[in-house]
């Protein structure tokens, strides 16, 4: 029962074991003591037989005098142990009451650690890198859900106006079919956004790290561009692909795929029509680089820095209403070279056409 009492708490284990440590030593050396003192005591009343008396009396004053002062420095060291040993937890008190505030609406990021006991501190520092990644996995999964709620809202409204239109019985057959090639079209596009959000919320970069393959550029580039001839996304002839056939790279094959396909469908959505969009390997001093470059008019220089914000346009007044998409490709983008550890920069030169480069790309 005492045992169990003691092993429940730190403070009692310290606080137990530094007093039998202190009063074993004492008791040694009590017993040591005394011995010495009875031989002196006994030696020196050896000759006077009436003094035997005085002798024992002697005796017991001073195993008194060491037996109270064991008992001194047992309550003192008791009571200096139990100051030290609350004040030495108190931050891990502090760690313990943070630990408890953690709730799914209240995520902390990390423990406090200030004071923490050495031996105890990298336990804390590996319960915070726990806590970041959930706080961090939490959170995605809140923007997802967020994005996809905001994203779908307007393709979903479409299709369902589309198809209330097409249900009346006076539509010839021609009409029903250009209905409906606009329905699959907002379908694909609505395929398209929850493809893209799907990267970006379940994309982690320790995994992305350790499944890297080799790829080549040029076939997925191509895979790509004809999977956008094929949902009408864009003319294949409006996109010219420069990419030499033997650049291969370390990638994860998905999330390439996926940063082409918002490189692309921002380049379609909000570029000038009537321009090409360019897709050219760079390989400048310290590195390789992907850069689809597009004419973008209705741009300026002070909105480069706003093109990764999510759902972010240029106002309605300044830009043709046919200019449509959601403002995430770029957002998405910006992610994903998170994940894969490689830079975003953006260009618009003297002819108004947008370079969007990513670059860092690991060759073979």
Known sequence: MFREW??????????????????????????????????????????????????????????????????????VSAFITIVSVRRGLKPLGAATAAARALSPGHPAHSLPLTGLPSEIRPLGECINELLEGLAGA??????????????LRTPLAEIRALAEVSADE???????????????SAAVGMQAVIESLLAVARADRAAVRNALEPLQVAPAVAARIE??????????????????????????????DALLLNLLTN????????????IDWLAPSGGTALRVRNGAPYLSPEDLPHLTERFWRRAEREQPSAAGGLGLGLWVVAGLCRVLDLSLTFDLDAEQRLSVCVGGFRGI
């Open 267 to 278: 380049a379609v959505q909000h570029g000038d029509p009537r321009k090409p969009i360019e």
């Open 6 to 75: 003691v092993s429940r708490s730190l403070q009692r284990r310290l606080l137990v074991s530094l007093l039998l440590g202190v009063g074993l030593s004492l008791a040694a050396s009590q017993i040591i003591v005394d011995q010495i003192v009875d031989r002196y005591i006994v030696s020196s009343f050896a000759t006077a037989a009436d003094a035997a008396e005085q002798r024992d009396r002697l005796q017991r004053d001073i195993d008194f005098i060491l037996l109270g002062g064991v008992v001194t420095v047992l309550a």
């Open 227 to 256: 999977r956008l001839r094929v949902t009408n996304a864009v003319d294949p002839g409006r996109i010219a692909a420069r990419v030499p056939a033997e650049v291969w790279i370390q990638s994860d094959p998905r999330l390439f």
């Open 170 to 184: 006076r539509r010839e057959a021609p009409e029903l079919r250009q209905f409906l090639g606009q329905i699959a």
């Open 138 to 151: 939490l959170e995605r999964e809140r923007r997802f859900s967020a994005d996809l709620a905001h994203a």
